[in-house]
């Protein structure tokens, strides 16, 4: 009886032998087995203070031509993106977010039998991916809470690695590098190995965190996306940009008319109004340093910030820290953690409203209470 | 120099093997190209009637919450699809239209060395998706006008196909066959190959088109979309029905969070608004009446339709329907054709408003003239 079997008989040995599990759990899926809403929404790393109200205009202004098909070439976008950036538009190719580009990135580069590196703990749907294409995953650990650019280019050089993928700053920890030493990293790159430089939170982090763009380097391919400063992670927005050998190529797998119009049309808008991205970096400081106090106030560590969320040290273990979610979560917060040891000793709360920032700083006393008397501290991680 | 390479050095083998073409240009390039806009825009069948109105204030009212990520599951619209057609909503998954749920159904089922079975002309992205994961694509002729079943079988038994694609009602050239044939063609599967049946057409087709959903079949999975009769082609949202070990199954390589919310909460609205699909469709029945009396008009034969495009039969061979539509591109209106003969005869008109109904009635004498003082007639094909 088929209705028995786990699996469907028709699929390839690969996608047969993939897990059933996903990178993240939504929060709407919490919020129905919950059977209430969370009060505050902040485990996604979204940006709580919106999209441009200009984007919104767009996209409301849009809604009425939905019957039509986006422009395959998102043109008026790309062409957008190349004024801003000043770099040539055949060197960047739009996306349904980094997640989709990432997708089309490992399946131009990684095919079974290839080797891939990433930081123990980094972003899960890169690593998904790579399973998903028949990739092996190498990981090397977190050096002080950032990601190591020279572990990752020796197991990149050991491994024979296809791709290396590092983000900048990182997602969940925070942190991030200087523009000097991504450039180092590049020049360090072994033979044949693409560096995947995801740049989700890039708008956020101090200047000089990015390179230069440089569009004739082969070895580099860098995402960006509309999701986090730009306040459009609902539209599925994002953008890569490398060498045209490269950006061309996803001309051969992509799905072109999968970009929707609406969202084409909020993203233009959104890149065109700086000002609501001022507004929005002003925001997310605010939040941070309400988010850096919760933290001391209740004697615990917040670590730096160069994105629009923070990772409180909850300075005990996974488990502890497992406990202050559930806490929180109890509470109505949306909040997520780092899945790998010893990142996992934090929580990682979004940058939020201030109602939202009190919300946190009325529950995580209360969930820090619970989670000490249902695990007293004996010793402390790192 | 990399520069002069004609494409990456980090393409997996298949990849650097696909060809760079892609299945269709979108009408904003032939604009772009032109210097003008269409004053007509019939050649993706597109709905021009638009999404229903709450469809649209759905959009409008959810751009301002684009900053959230939209649910991974579409738990909302997958159970309101399943009232819709009494099938539990864990054989529906919802995707980014029917490319994106046709790239994940041959991702899912297609590897190098595998087979697949289509009609020569039929819908081209499909085997741009089957080529992309290194599947052989063969066809079969289409029978006076229709894909063919008992060809497509027969095909699919000889090359042992894992995969047999069939659209009913068919484009491009809008015929169908009604629910038995397609239940003898299931019944008559070879062993070991899935069926997807493309049903993006299906709301507009006779009473009688569609078999009932059986998801106990594990060797069919049908595609639907809201990208037609619903008229949200912009929006991207489409989904496949099918036996639950082969929809779960997509859960291990879909872009879980690839849906933008503003599009879920259209669709959403768009599935509720009976009266206006009923609109839509009596729409679509006056534009085929007006498209086939054009053609009577100017000597020529549109085919019976059972969906929102009209092919109309020039008359000779793919050279003068290529010249017709020529004509009519110059006049700005945007039109396509079918790829290959002898369906290649024909141009493809989607159905329009009163508006361009007129500008077509308008065009197409001229472009008659135009094509027939060019190549004059010396036969007729078929």
Same mark, same amino acid.
């Given at each position: 009886?088929?209705? *028995?079997?786990?699996?469907?008989?028709?699929?390839?040995?690969?996608?047969?032998?993939?897990? /059933?599990?996903?990178?993240?759990?939504?929060?709407?899926?919490?919020?129905?087995?919950?059977?209430?809403?969370? *009060? +505050?929404?902040?485990?996604?790393?979204?940006?709580?203070?919106?999209?441009?109200?200009?984007?919104?205009?767009?996209? /409301?202004?849009?809604?009425?031509?939905?019957?039509?098909?986006?422009?395959?070439?998102?043109?008026?976008?790309?062409?957008?993106?190349? +004024?801003?950036?000043?770099?040539?538009?055949?060197?960047?190719?739009?996306?349904?977010?980094?997640?989709? !580009?990432?997708?089309?990135?490992?399946?131009?580069?990684?095919?079974?039998?290839?080797?891939?590196?990433?930081?123990?703990?980094?972003?899960?749907?890169?690593?998904?991916?790579?399973?998903?294409?028949?990739?092996?995953?190498?990981?090397?650990?977190?050096?002080?809470?950032?990601?190591?650019?020279?572990?990752?280019?020796? *197991?990149?050089?050991?491994?024979?690695?296809?791709?290396?993928?590092?983000?900048?700053?990182?997602?969940?920890?925070?942190?991030?590098?200087?523009?000097?030493?991504?450039?180092?990293?590049?020049?360090?790159?072994?033979?044949?190995?693409?560096?995947?430089?995801?740049?989700?939170?890039?708008?956020? +982090?101090?200047?000089?965190?990015?390179?230069?763009?440089?569009?004739?380097?082969?070895?580099?391919?860098?995402?960006?996306?509309?999701? *986090?400063?730009?306040?459009?992670?609902?539209?599925?927005?994002?953008?890569?940009?490398?060498?045209?050998?490269?950006?061309? +190529?996803?001309?051969?797998?992509?799905?072109?008319?999968?970009?929707?119009?609406?969202?084409?049309?909020?993203?233009?808008? /959104?890149?065109?109004? #700086?000002?609501?991205?001022?507004?929005?970096?002003?925001?997310?400081?605010?939040?941070?340093?309400?988010?850096?106090?919760?933290?001391?106030?209740?004697?615990?560590?917040?670590?730096?910030? /160069?994105?629009?969320?923070?990772?409180?040290?909850?300075?005990?273990?996974?488990?502890?820290?497992?406990?202050?979610?559930?806490?929180?979560?109890?509470?109505?917060?949306?909040?997520?953690?780092?899945?790998?040891?010893?990142?996992?000793?934090?929580?990682?709360?979004?940058?939020?409203?201030?109602?939202?920032?009190?919300?946190?700083?009325?529950?995580?006393?209360?969930?820090?209470?619970?989670?000490?008397?249902?695990?007293? #501290?004996?010793?402390?991680? !790192?």
């Amino acid at each position: 009886m088929t209705d *028995k079997t786990t699996h469907s008989p028709h699929l390839t040995p690969l996608a047969a032998s993939l897990p /059933a599990t996903v990178p993240f759990i939504g929060p709407e899926a919490q919020e129905r087995a919950n059977g209430t809403a969370f *009060k +505050a929404r902040l485990g996604a790393n979204e940006s709580v203070f919106g999209p441009s109200p200009k984007a919104v205009q767009a996209m /409301a202004d849009t809604a009425a031509d939905a019957w039509m098909y986006g422009d395959p070439e998102s043109h008026d976008l790309r062409h957008a993106l190349s +004024a801003t950036h000043g770099i040539p538009a055949e060197n960047i190719v739009v996306g349904a977010g980094i997640d989709g !580009l990432l997708d089309s990135i490992v399946r131009l580069t990684v095919t079974q039998g290839d080797h891939v590196v990433t930081s123990a703990g980094a972003y899960p749907t890169f690593n998904y991916h790579v399973t998903g294409y028949g990739g092996t995953v190498h990981t090397v650990p977190y050096t002080a809470d950032h990601e190591d650019p020279e572990r990752l280019i020796a *197991k990149a050089r050991q491994v024979g690695a296809k791709l290396v993928y590092i983000s900048n700053p990182d997602n969940p920890m925070g942190t991030c590098h200087d523009a000097q030493t991504i450039l180092l990293m590049i020049q360090n790159l072994p033979e044949g190995c693409l560096l995947v430089l995801d740049e989700a939170y890039v708008e956020l +982090a101090p200047d000089g965190t990015a390179p230069a763009f440089n569009i004739h380097d082969p070895k580099v391919i860098r995402t960006r996306t509309f999701s *986090k400063a730009y306040g459009l992670a609902g539209a599925r927005v994002g953008y890569a940009v490398g060498h045209v050998d490269l950006i061309s +190529a996803f001309n051969r797998v992509r799905n072109h008319f999968g970009m929707s119009r609406v969202s084409q049309a909020g993203a233009l808008a /959104a890149l065109a109004d #700086a000002e609501w991205l001022t507004h929005v970096r002003r925001q997310v400081q605010t939040s941070r340093a309400a988010l850096t106090q919760i933290a001391e106030d209740n004697g615990l560590t917040a670590l730096p910030s /160069a994105t629009n969320f923070v990772a409180i040290d909850c300075g005990q273990d996974g488990a502890f820290a497992r406990a202050m979610l559930t806490g929180l979560t109890a509470r109505g917060i949306f909040v997520r953690m780092p899945f790998v040891s010893p990142q996992d000793r934090c929580i990682r709360i979004s940058c939020g409203s201030p109602q939202d920032m009190a919300l946190v700083a009325a529950a995580l006393p209360e969930a820090l209470t619970e989670a000490s008397a249902a695990a007293p #501290a004996t010793s402390r991680n !790192l």
